[in-house]
């Protein structure tokens, strides 16, 4: 069953390094996004992507942070200065449609800001 | 933004009775929820979902519930089962609108 992939599983970083999450998403999706959920609270949307072009986004994805879908297959976010605040774990997902229809998703990436 | 309210941050369960988790939404322009399932260390995966149009949406042991005028949905699991302990995450969309989720609820199923 195809699925959505993200790498790192856990990364670790300093204050301030630049973060580079990667996410494959499922190969005939149109419509791709990222989530995030600090410990213990609930799952916040950050950004949704659509044909090469950020569709929405939230007040979290401020200028820290940015996507890109660089060869047709992979979907990354970076955040250029990461803040201790940044510490989550960070969700790729994708779908077919952007209404009515469920979003699928990766097993997340662990971001810890020391 | 507490557009998807999960009050109930936990619920436990004796296996083989129901399991109900509620979620209430406050913007009338959601037209399609979703419930989604959540193991620790996994990404949320898809339950269930229900069109605004309709009030009740069942596959297997899950029924999802929907009353509009008071934009409240629930999950009924029946029979639960110790496999089903996870957080459970209410999520709505509308048309140009982001998915919404709500803060989950942990539901604990005892043997």
């Known amino acids: 069953e195809p699925e959505v992939t993200q790498t790192p599983s856990h990364q670790v970083t300093q204050m301030g390094q630049e973060v580079i999450l990667r996410c494959v998403p499922i190969s005939n999706h149109l419509y791709f996004y990222w989530y995030r959920q600090i410990l213990g609270q609930k799952v916040e949307f950050l950004v949704s992507?659509?044909?090469?072009?950020?569709?929405?986004k939230s007040e979290i994805f401020d200028d820290q942070f940015s996507v890109e879908r660089p060869d047709g297959s992979n979907f990354t976010l970076k955040i250029r200065s990461t803040k201790l605040e940044d510490s989550a774990m960070y969700f790729c997902?994708?779908?077919?449609?952007?209404?009515?229809?469920?979003?699928?998703f990766g097993e997340g990436s662990r971001l810890t800001v020391l | 933004d507490q557009q998807v309210k999960q009050n109930s941050p936990s619920l436990s369960v004796q296996e083989g009775r129901i399991s109900i988790l509620n979620c209430d939404y406050t913007?009338?322009?959601?037209?399609?929820f979703l419930w989604y399932k959540k193991y620790p260390a996994e990404g949320p995966t898809f339950l269930i979902s229900?069109?605004?149009?309709?009030d009740k949406n069942e596959d297997g042991r899950f029924t999802v519930f929907l009353n509009k005028s008071a934009k409240h949905l629930s999950l009924h699991i029946v029979p639960s089962q110790p496999g089903d302990s996870a957080v459970y995450f209410c999520?709505?969309?509308?048309?140009?609108?982001?998915?919404?989720f709500g803060a989950g609820t942990r539901l604990f199923v005892k043997a």
């Open positions: 997902a994708s779908s077919t449609t952007s209404f009515g229809g469920e979003l699928f």
């Open positions: 992507f659509y044909n090469n072009e950020i569709s929405e």
């Open positions: 999520a709505a969309q509308g048309r140009g609108f982001k998915t919404i």
């Open positions: 913007n009338s322009m959601f037209d399609y």
């Open positions: 229900i069109s605004s149009i309709k």
